[in-house]
């Protein structure tokens, strides 16, 4: 029932009507006879009415804004005060015609006219009796039409179902008032003093809570024992939704707890607050997110996924610690570079000018590089691919994958991978944790800005394992590019494309590389720099650099090639250039604290400044020394620091033909030297070596330094050349380094580290090389510049070993065997 009708009934009367009155009775038998007595004027003007229906008898307020409506009110009000009230079919329409209007309708009597403020007409009208439309005579200045009365049918006063009927109807009105908290008891007066049975059926039916269409549908019953079965129905279920909007009710107001009645007292807390001055309200936090989620360019699945996460964020409670765990969620939804890319800038010569201007040599790498890039450009939706850059340390690994982001356009982040040991740095943890956070992929990822930046993984080779997981098995999917395009982050719950993201992995060796994670990588070798390639990154970006960043310029210090030449020599041993970067910056120290103490100093180093500062060269060690010495051979290594040269030493002693080896060696070294021992015990003739003498003398062999870990196969050949030097006091050849790996039927097999293996030869002024022929190929990669001033032996087996390294020329002061 509507609060408004009940209210108006209540103050409304229905007997002769004097304008002066305040109350009107309610209708009775006798009124309701006399009106139905009542003939009809042949034409009526028609008011239609917007949203409510009239019935007979009954008395409501009707404000007219039209300016038909208000020229009919007039004229009708100062002639018999008699209009046709008729209901709209559609409320919208503002200048309704006779298709827009029903055909059945109540005859009204005008019973005060009221003038608004605003300017509106509102006035009170009574229902009499129903009409039916049959012709509309015009419609100017309003409608007017021809109507015939609709009587109505009666059942008989002893008819005991419709008495049923209308007990229930009142009994089920005094329910709904008094259940209803809008509606006031004063009402239930009215309905006990209806006395009219028609007239309470069209009181209930007018009151209800019911859409136009279902009151017309009541008024054209023309039955008034159907209209009444009808009216109860439609109570019935008015009823039901009023039990059960009560009973919810009362169950939400019985599950008011005390973390409920907190929430409210802190929300009058944080409106408190607002008005003070401070602070913002979760529900301009929410509206906010919901703005920015416009602006957004993912896809559909992830647009419903956080309208879903927003949606439960707005039913909880602010001040539960869930709320700040969603928030931050949904904080990360916002941030992350959904289908933002940035334009990639596809001038390659542009970008190997770059390349160039940053990294002096690694001539290789910066054309694999533009290759890739060429690739990018002529597909232009390719997945990018995977890049492992591996190489010692210092020869600018990480800084070539900054200069093939600023060659692309893209923006560059690094995640360093040293030591990494958590699964869930990378995959991230659930958010149901505490403390939880999404994994460094997708925070770097949320730090750029795009969906498509360059990526370099440092020290990719540095990962390890751990009882929280294998950080490098959760790098499979990240570096897959047939997977990547919905790579799976715990936190975030949802696929992120990676798919458009160049992944540059920097590694120092790959054998601590898992293989599957090293197959979907494309492996470029950077090798380190020769010593004119190492002077002029001392030239060119190192001497500079560290001036800027001590202060100074290159007005107050100069280091010449022949000084920078002195130092990579003298005080560095590596293959990149970090050790000499060291250095220089110790020069450059030096002449800042005297610009400083305002002391004189050399502009222009000299080698004895060089002396000065860094001491005296502290690695002569490594130059090739003499062949004067028996069983002393120069072998080639390669270490994680790039190339290097050892001496494998032998000597003979008097015993029982016992093998020892020192020097810190591996396993795999060891057995060469066992290797080499029994292979030379089973060629003795051959090499002119008398069998007792494996009998009456003792063999050592020793690499120094003794401190050094050492290990690998290749020293196999610089093994072999040392013991039959030593049986048989032959000199090795002069400047002469080798490295191979040998087998007992006398095989010599290739090894790797070619390229760095050469530049540690070159530092340490070797003329000649032996490698095993099928390294020929590793060679013939290398750029002429690197192999200038050297000379290569290639061998297939063991005695091609020895007629090239050994002369036939005995030592000084050769033992008697």
Known sequence: MKKSKFLKLDSLSFQDFDENSELIPLMTPEDEAEINNELLPDSLPILPLRNTVLFPGVVIPITAGRDKSIKLIKDANSGSKVIGVVSQKDELVEDPSAKDIFKKGTVARILKVLKMPDGNTTIIIQGKKRFEIQDVVSEEPYLTATVKDVPEAKPAVDNEEFSAIIESIKDLSLQIIKDSPNIPTEASFAIKNIESNSFLVNFVSSNMNLSVKEKQDLLEVNDLKERALATLKLMNVELQKLELKNDIQSKVQSDMNQQQREYFLHQQMKTIQEELGGGVSSGE????????????????????????????????????????????????????????????????????????????????????????????????????????????????????????????????????????????????????????????????????????????????????????????????????????????????????????????????????????????????????????????????????KQLKEHGLSDKHLKIAKPQLEKIVEGYTRESGVRGLEKQIAKMVRHAAKNIAMEETYNLKVTNEDVIEVLGAPKLER????????????????????????????????????????????????????????????????????????FENYNVHIHVPEGATPKDGPSAGVTMLTSLVSLFTQRKVKNSLAMTGEITLRGKVLPVGGIKEKILAAKRARIKEILLCEDNKRDIDEIKPEYLKGLTFHYVKDMSDVLKLALTNQKVKNAKKL
């Open 285 to 544: 936090e929410i509206e906010e997110m919901r703005q920015r989620a416009k602006t957004k360019k993912w896809n559909e699945k992830v647009a419903e996924h956080f309208d879903k996460e927003l949606s439960k964020m707005q039913r909880m409670n602010p001040q539960v610690a869930e709320y700040s765990i969603q928030r931050n969620y949904l904080d990360l939804f916002l941030d992350l570079p959904w289908n933002e890319f940035s334009t990639d800038k596809f001038d390659l010569k542009r970008a190997m000018k770059i390349l160039d201007r940053d990294h002096y040599g690694l001539d290789d790498v910066k054309k694999r590089i533009i290759e890739y890039l060429a690739v990018l450009k002529l597909r232009n939706d390719m997945k990018s691919p995977i890049l492992c850059l591996y190489g010692p340390p210092g020869v600018g690994k990480t800084s070539l994958g900054k200069s093939i982001a600023e060659a692309l356009g893209r923006e560059y982040v690094r995640m360093s991978l040293g030591g990494l040991r958590d699964e869930a740095e990378i995959r991230g943890h659930r958010k149901t944790y505490i403390g939880a956070m999404p994994g460094r992929i997708i925070q770097n990822l949320k730090k750029a800005g795009t969906s498509n930046p360059v990526f370099v993984l440092d020290e990719i080779d540095k990962l390890s394992n751990s009882n929280q997981g294998d950080p490098s098995s959760a790098l499979l999917e990240v570096l897959d590019p047939e997977q990547n395009s919905e790579f799976h982050d715990n936190f975030l719950e949802m696929g992120f494309d990676l798919s458009k993201v160049m992944f540059i992995a920097t590694s120092n060796s790959l054998n601590s590389i898992q293989p599957a994670l090293m197959d979907r990588m494309e492996i470029i070798n950077v090798t380190g720099y020769t010593i004119e390639e190492k002077v002029e990154i001392g030239k060119r970006h190192l001497l500079p």
């Open 622 to 693: 490594d130059k090739y020394e003499n062949n004067n010495v028996a069983g002393v051979v120069t072998g080639l290594a390669w270490t994680r620091v790039g190339g290097d040269i050892l001496f494998i030493e032998s000597i003979l002693s008097k015993g029982k033909g016992n093998l020892t080896i020192t020097g810190n060696l591996g396993k795999v070294m060891k057995e060469s030297a066992t290797i080499a021992m029994e292979y030379i015990k089973a060629n003795a003739d051959e090499f002119g070596i008398k069998p007792e003498v």
